[in-house]
Nanobody, 117 residues
Framework: VQLQASGGGLVQAGGSLRLSCAAS????????MYWMRQAPGKEREGVSC????????YYADYLKGRFTISSANDKNTVYLQMNSLRPEDTAIYYC???????????WGQGTQVTVSS
């Protein structure tokens, strides 16, 4: 089982990044895929999630429409398009797979996003 997150980097405030999380080794369509993040000195928090089976999405209230989650089931990949980035979005972003019914939960290794002011 592997969740490979990528796409992070350094960007100026107001810029955009697109994160990807490539999954392998489990039934992708049987999982909710989450993006979580952890900023320095803070607890890990939820950003967004998507049901890869039916496409239902949820977002943290603080995002205010700046981020969009999507999935490509033919590629077993989930994306997070991040626009209008702010310095407070600086964090390590993790992808997380939670089974819809039963099964194990999986975590990716994280990708660093740094937004400069």
């Amino acid at each position: 089982v592997q969740l490979q997150a990528s796409g992070g980097g350094l960007v100026q405030a107001g810029g955009s990044l697109r994160l990807s999380c490539a999954a392998s080794g489990f039934a992708f369509s049987d999982y909710w895929m989450y993006w979580m993040r952890q900023a320095p000195g803070k607890e890990r928090e939820g950003v967004s999630c998507i049901s890869t089976r039916i496409g239902t999405t949820y977002y943290a209230d603080y995002l205010k429409g700046r981020f969009t989650i999507s999935s490509a089931n033919d590629k077993n990949t989930v994306y997070l398009q991040m626009n209008s980035l702010r310095p407070e979005d600086t964090a390590i972003y993790y992808c997380n797979a939670i089974p819809i019914y039963r099964g194990a939960e999986y975590w990716g290794q994280g990708t660093q996003v740094t937004v400069s002011s």
